[in-house]
């Protein structure tokens, strides 16, 4: 029986394998989960890994948090040993973190076939360390799944051959819709909110607000702008802000925790997948700095407003409900008010987002690998 090691290795990453997983788990393939623990906190992976029904790893690496140049290296000397003992006949890596990148490159240096789930997406702002990782993932892949067909566009420009590239379609919103009937609903997300009922009683509602990008809280300046307007909008719109950690770090050391001091305002800590799906299904409108966000409100048909000014998934733009509005206050005012007064962008949702781009991208595996065939 081929065997195949997938790896998971931070919380953007838990929503794509979860379905990857158990279609795996349904064909003639050994599959075995890596957890590289870049991520490393245990009470909120516990959390996503029971929601989500992703099976415990097999093999935890432990990493832990680090600058990216030490966090990539480490998950390479940790990794290499479990391939060497496992033997695979493929690695497959999802999404565009540290993990993604470290693990394949062990891979491929070893001739182990690599694969990588969606592929293809492109920002084209190399400031990102996420460009970075997609773009030499994709180059030293051997058999690349896309979430989109515009994706195969961006590959072919950078050599890669079609015969290399297969259009699955959307893992995540395989995640989105198998999980929708168990979402957690807003109010009792928000029995923390200082005032629940003014996220209920508004005649706007209420909007979901994430924010962590370092080009968004890294320099104060930037972060100390977009706190600002946002408070601002927060007395029309009362936003829920389910705080990342790093965000919070930066937000004390400069002193800002007084713009986020309003019952219109509700800060809380980082949540649950089912929790964040019920903020998001029943919210007015998004903002977020987040890929996925951006991708899980298209599949909502919740209009979203982008606090950068790229996108490595257009197609949330051409097609879905997704606005690019980036860190400009009058901007943003603007987007906000468009969505109040006229209803935001209905967006259709994309080809294959279908809930089965997981199924379809087992089938080719199984195909590949139990034929023998190089990927």
Not at 155 to 177: A, Q, S
Not at 349 to 373: F, H, K, M, Q
């Amino acid at each position: 029986m081929p065997k195949i090691l997938c790896v998971v290795g931070a919380r953007p990453n838990f929503m794509k394998i979860a379905p990857i997983m158990a279609a795996l788990r349904r064909t003639a393939l050994d599959a075995r989960l890596v957890h590289t623990g870049q991520h490393y906190d245990v009470a909120m992976n516990q959390r996503f890994f029971e929601q989500l029904g992703i099976p415990a790893p097999d093999m935890d690496l432990e990493v832990g948090s680090a600058s990216h140049a030490v966090q990539t290296a480490e998950i390479m000397k940790r990794f290499e040993p479990v391939l060497d003992a496992e033997q695979p006949a493929a690695v497959l890596v999802v999404g565009d973190v540290n993990s993604t990148i470290a693990c394949a490159l062990v891979a491929a240096k070893k001739g182990v076939k690599v694969v990588h789930v969606e592929a293809g997406l492109r920002s084209f702002d190399r400031t990102m360390p996420e460009e970075i990782n997609r773009v030499l993932t994709d180059q030293i892949s051997d058999l690349l799944f896309t979430t989109e067909r515009e994706a195969l566009d961006n590959l072919r420009r950078e050599g890669i051959h079609p015969d290399r590239v297969c259009f699955v379609g959307n893992v995540m919103i395989d995640t989105l819709r198998a999980c929708l009937p168990r979402a957690i609903l807003p109010a009792q997300t928000l029995a923390a909110a200082p005032d629940p009922a003014v996220f209920f009683n508004s005649p706007n509602g209420y909007g979901i607000l994430t924010l962590h990008r370092p080009g968004n809280v890294d320099d104060p300046a930037v972060l100390e702008q977009l706190l600002r307007v946002l408070s601002e909008i927060s007395r029309e719109l009362p936003l829920v802000f389910p705080v990342h950690p790093r965000t919070r770090s930066m937000i004390d050391q400069a002193g800002f925790s007084a713009l986020l001091d309003s019952p219109q305002f509700c800060c809380l800590p980082p949540q649950g997948y089912l929790e964040m799906l019920g903020l998001m299904q029943g919210a007015r409108l998004a903002l977020t700095d987040s890929g996925g966000v951006q991708e899980e409100t298209t599949a909502l048909g919740v209009p979203c407003l982008t606090l950068r000014a790229n996108t490595e998934r257009p197609i949330t733009v051409t097609e879905g409900t997704n606005t690019i509005v980036g860190a400009d206050p009058e901007r943003i005012r603007r987007a906000v008010q468009e969505v109040l007064t006229q209803g935001g962008k209905a967006g259709r949702i994309p080809d294959y987002w279908d809930g089965r781009a997981s199924e379809r991208i087992a089938t080719v595996l199984a195909d590949c690998l139990a034929n023998g065939e190089r990927t």
